[in-house]
């Protein structure tokens, strides 16, 4: 700014003749005078910058807009959230009622992957599954009053109930768990092959589910084995998730296969692998159950039943999950 300000200074002019100045005088002046106008230049250049600045955020066009958060949906995201309740039906007639219409209820819920009822005999349980634990906490608020009426009709009773998810999930749905008794089971390796849809789909309404539960007793002895089973299980084309959960001493491996076949493939697989953990004495089994039509269920009965499994048919249930073994 100097060079202009000598500039205006010179073109100013002052009431004073040369004459009548000394050298130093002159000097000390204009010193004096491109100061002061250097001092009004930046003045000016600043107010300028910040009436630019101010005019691009009135000016719509010129805003850059932030980026948008997005919906976390099981297509992005590794994970997932189920619930686990079980009952024991007292009178089946009288509950079918109930069963029905909160399987109609869910299919209005954005979050929910699928639901369902299975039996074996007089125990009931629910498989559903949630793209995250906000979507959890939303169905244990809509559906508390209908699993409550079916309670209080004494048609069923309530054995237990938990929530399997990540920490982060889990923390989402701690609140509406607590009302209702819940459990709480924690991932611990996991993945998945299924894409959440928006419609029900007949292709992978027939999937099956293994329910294994263990007690540890020596966690990182076992880890080694259940890290194994993950990468072995990965490589299955016929899964639709895998993963281990934690509660305390207790281990579950929550699990899904399109068919009774993708069941038999995986438990060939793994029956070596979960052997050796359990010959290590790192864990002991608790139950194994296997879950889905009965169609399915006769595929790996004989397989099955060299492990001890109780079989659950379904009854009443939908997904909204593409898998790319089913079209």
Known sequence: ???????????????????????????????????????????????????????????????????????????????????YPYFTINDLEKAKPHLDQMVEATKSEEGCIYYGWTLDGDKLHCRET???????????DN?????????????????????MGTKEDLSACKEAGDGLGCEYWEVWGSFSKFTKVDSEQKATADFCT???????????????????????TATEEGCVYY????????????????????????????????????????????KIEIHGPAAELAKCKAEGDGLGAAYYETYATWSKFTHPAKH
């Open 243 to 286: 993963g281990w959960t934690l509660k305390g001493d207790k281990l579950y491996c929550r699990e899904a296969y399109i068919d009774g076949d993708a069941v038999n493939a995986h438990l060939k697989n793994a029956v070596p692998i979960v052997g050796a953990m359990l010959d290590s004495g790192a864990a002991s089994l608790d």
């Open 130 to 140: 949630y793209s995250d634990g906000i979507a959890a906490a939303i169905h244990l």
């Open 1 to 83: 700014l100097r060079p202009l300000a000598v500039a205006i200074g010179t073109r100013s002019g002052t009431s004073a003749t040369l004459d009548e100045l000394t050298s130093q005088d002159r000097i000390s002046q204009d010193t004096a005078r491109c100061d002061a106008i250097m001092d009004t230049l930046a003045r000016v250049v600043i107010l300028a910058l910040l009436a630019s600045a101010t005019s691009a955020l009135n000016d719509p066009a010129r805003v850059v807009p932030r980026p948008r958060r997005r919906l976390r949906t099981s297509a992005l995201r590794m994970a997932h959230t189920n619930i």
């Open 143 to 163: 559906a508390a009053p209908l699993v409550g009426a079916m309670l209080d009709s004494g048609a069923a009773s309530l054995d237990a109930i938990g929530i």
């Open 210 to 232: 293994i329910q294994p539960v263990f007690t540890l007793a020596d966690q990182a002895k076992a880890e080694p084995f259940m890290k194994q089973c993950v990468d072995a």
